[in-house]
């Protein structure tokens, strides 16, 4: 089943902070995030595995919930090149099947 | 650099005419998968293999087909396209040695149906 990303799109001026959220009916067993530019294949912003998970570089962080059901993504001080969809990824237990969330487009002004 | 290569970047075809999309990895991963992207929405898993093991998601289309006749090459085939399967279209890997790994794509080829 298809997690459930919300907001479904945020505007942010330049150095302002977002949280993009990542939902599931069922425990995920890892939860990945990625950032897509228009016309651009994904690209990979980091992985998370293990409930209760918090990790993060530069300005974009990440947890994952005790239940592993839920994952939130933030940014703080947003950047022009934040701008883009957002959108979490997971594999069906057990399976090499790999879905994606229903993506968050995020626009940063100037 | 190890990569994983679409082509073509662009594909026109016409209404009805069979289409091939190819994709190339020089990543020697087990994995590969087919997305279908449309404007503004997520990809949308069509096929995936581990080695020759073939998936077949239950809601794509008959029209749609693929092969996988060794580990570098994954073919999509289109047999009938419509107006409808403009598109996005996706090709990515993992290495398959466990299941939380992360997804490495190609570029993609943007499909257009006249």
């Known amino acids: 089943q298809q997690p459930v990303q919300s907001p479904q799109a945020v505007i942010l001026r330049e150095g302002e902070d977002a949280v993009i959220n990542c939902s599931s009916s069922?425990?995920?067993?890892?939860v990945h995030w990625y950032r897509q530019k228009h016309g651009e294949a994904p690209v990979f912003l980091m992985i998370?595995?293990?409930?209760?998970e918090q990790k993060g570089h530069d300005k974009i962080s990440a947890s994952f919930n005790e239940k592993k059901q839920q994952s939130s993504l933030y940014l703080t001080a947003s950047q022009l090149s934040y701008s883009g969809t957002y959108f979490c990824g997971t594999r069906a237990s057990g399976t090499y099947k790999y879905i994606f969330g229903t993506g968050t487009r995020l626009k940063v002004l100037a | 650099d190890a990569m994983v290569i679409q082509n073509p970047r662009y594909q026109v075809t016409q209404f009805g005419k069979p289409v091939t999309l190819s994709c190339s990895q020089t990543l020697n991963h087990n994995v590969m998968y087919w997305y279908q992207q449309k404007s503004s929405q997520a990809p949308k898993l069509l096929f995936h293999y581990y080695d020759k093991d073939f998936n077949n998601e239950a809601d794509t289309p008959d029209n749609f087909q693929s092969r996988r006749p060794n580990t570098s090459f994954c073919f999509l085939d289109i047999r009938s396209p419509g107006l409808g399967d403009a598109a996005m279209y996706l090709c990515?890997?993992?290495?398959?040695?466990?299941?939380?790994?992360?997804?490495?794509f190609g570029s993609g080829t943007q499909l257009s149906v006249l």
């Open positions: 998370l595995l293990k409930g209760g």
């Open positions: 069922k425990a995920l067993y890892s």
């Open positions: 990515a890997t993992s290495r398959g040695a466990v299941t939380n790994e992360k997804l490495f």
